[in-house]
């Protein structure tokens, strides 16, 4: 079936660096992407979404790549803290999906070394 | 406010039980979904429910099952436990079902069968 999935299962870097987290997706339907951040013992908390109809998209922090024609995903995050280790999962709701109906990557972990 | 609220946050099963869990979704949010999720893998999805309806459902075996309540709580049971089920069950709320709706996720219950 169709899915998402990451490139890199663990990114490990500097604090104050900026770290770019990858994501590919296989279903071309999709129209809504999100970004998730999940620390130890908590459900995911949701960083940024895109929709399919823009490219690029900034919050505090980060900011979400999407390249349809590729069907790539990426977060990156600015000056990166300690706070920001975690695992980050991409997640898809392809279009006529119900709302909160996810397809969720497998994971990559983040480990800021101060 | 109150976010998603699951319980319980722990639970030990002997294979062959059943179990209930449960989710209260953030308040004024409609749709309740339910996601399993085996550790070192990203959610995956079980069912959404929107007004009390099923609106979706994941691959799952019918051992799996939930409702939604009037006031849009929510239970997700599982019969005849095995020891695969064992995994994180994370609830997520949003306000409805449409695609683009971010989903709030709870801090999930942990099932351990043994």
């Known amino acids: 079936g169709e899915s998402v999935g990451l490139h890199l299962p663990t990114l490990s870097v500097q604090e104050g660096d900026n770290s770019i987290i990858n994501c590919a997706y296989s279903?071309?339907?999709?129209?809504?992407f999100i970004w998730y951040k999940q620390e130890s013992g908590k459900g995911p908390q949701f960083i940024i979404d895109?929709?399919?109809?823009?490219d690029k998209r900034q919050g505090q922090r980060v900011t979400v790549l999407l390249n349809k024609t590729v069907k790539h995903l990426s977060l990156q995050i600015a000056a990166t803290q300690p706070g920001d280790s975690a695992v980050y999962f991409c997640a898809e709701n392809g279009a006529g999906n119900a709302g909160n109906m996810l397809t969720f990557g497998g994971g990559t972990r983040l480990m800021v070394k101060p | 406010d109150a976010g998603v609220t699951q319980s319980p946050t722990h639970l030990i099963k002997t294979r062959g039980q059943h179990v209930t869990l449960r989710c209260s979704p953030i308040s004024g949010h409609k749709s309740v979904s339910w996601y399993q999720q085996v550790l070192g893998q990203g959610p995956q999805f079980i069912f959404q429910y929107y007004e009390k309806e099923e609106r979706g459902r994941g691959n799952f075996p019918d051992r799996f099952s939930a409702r939604q309540f009037p006031n849009y709580s929510s239970e997700l049971n599982v019969n005849a436990l095995l020891l695969g089920d064992s995994a994180l069950y994370l609830c997520a709320s949003s306000l409805g079902p449409g695609g683009g709706t971010e989903a709030f996720f709870g801090q999930g219950t942990r099932l351990t069968v043994v």
């Open positions: 895109i929709r399919s109809n823009m």
């Open positions: 279903n071309s339907a999709s129209d809504y």
